[in-house]
């Protein structure tokens, strides 16, 4: 979440380290500053933990670079190299930091969805089509938003809003995502199933990197799960099936840098 060179300090929103500290955001230093080379904010990465009488410090730091939800990554990287001869976009996707562009498209009761008009509130934005079928793919990051809705369930609306972008719109019409949306007792309130004209969608799916084309009646595709914070900026964009509701946590309250700008935080 923040990197400070000087200090040799890195802020990260840390997964439950079993037997020693629950999940929280909080930060920690490192021996050798060169272990800080190439880090950003939303970047996801693996590191050891080491603790010793009287200090902590974080060693081993790399990278995490899962490409797609394909459990092959080389399937992975052929999609994307597919995709970009084939269907090549000129919009690079968002980096951490950057803010969101402005778009329009239709939920799944047919009502008009601006981005704009949402900010202000964190947002969490994944990307399915609904005839998906494999498990490990749209099921599984359409159910991650549920488990999300459910643990969240007093701040949605309020600090929190769902957004499922469709990239099979000619299929997902609205009539066809209320059903989709029912399946998961999503609130048409706070939970947003979205479709519009497909050069709308492509342009919110440039932004965020998502690869996808028709194959036999079947989509070829990657997916990503976006967080936004208030202002309209990427927080973090994360590829595969590795987004889980634990991904948008509360702070560590006395160390987030998010509790002097706003209050209530939601996201790590």
Known sequence: M???SPLRTLVISCETIPGFMEAMTMPFTVQNVKELDGLFPGTMIEFTLVVEKGSSYAQGIHVHKYQ?????????????????????????????????PNFTLTDQNRKSVTFSKLVGKVLALNFIYTRCTLPNFCFRTTN????????????????????????????????????YADTWKADARTWHFLTGPMADV????????????????????????????????????????????????????ERDQWQHEQPGPLVG
């Open 144 to 179: 991650n938003f549920g488990n999300i809705q459910k643990r969240f369930k007093d701040r949605l609306g309020r600090d929190l809003i769902l957004l499922t972008v469709t990239f099979d719109p000619e299929h997902d019409q609205p009539d066809v995502l209320a059903k």
């Open 68 to 100: 797609g939800l394909e459990p092959d990554p080389l399937t992975a990287r052929r999609l994307k190299l597919l995709h970009q001869a084939t269907d090549p976009s000129a919009a690079k996707p968002l980096n951490a930091g950057e803010r969101v």
């Open 2 to 4: 923040k990197v400070d």
């Open 202 to 253: 492509r342009r919110v799916c440039d932004a965020f990197g998502v690869d996808f084309f028709r194959d036999e009646g079947s989509m070829n595709h990657s997916l990503h799960t976006a967080v936004i914070d208030r202002k309209g900026r990427l927080v973090a964009n994360l590829e595969g099936n590795e987004a889980s509701a634990g991904s948008t946590r509360r702070p560590h309250r």
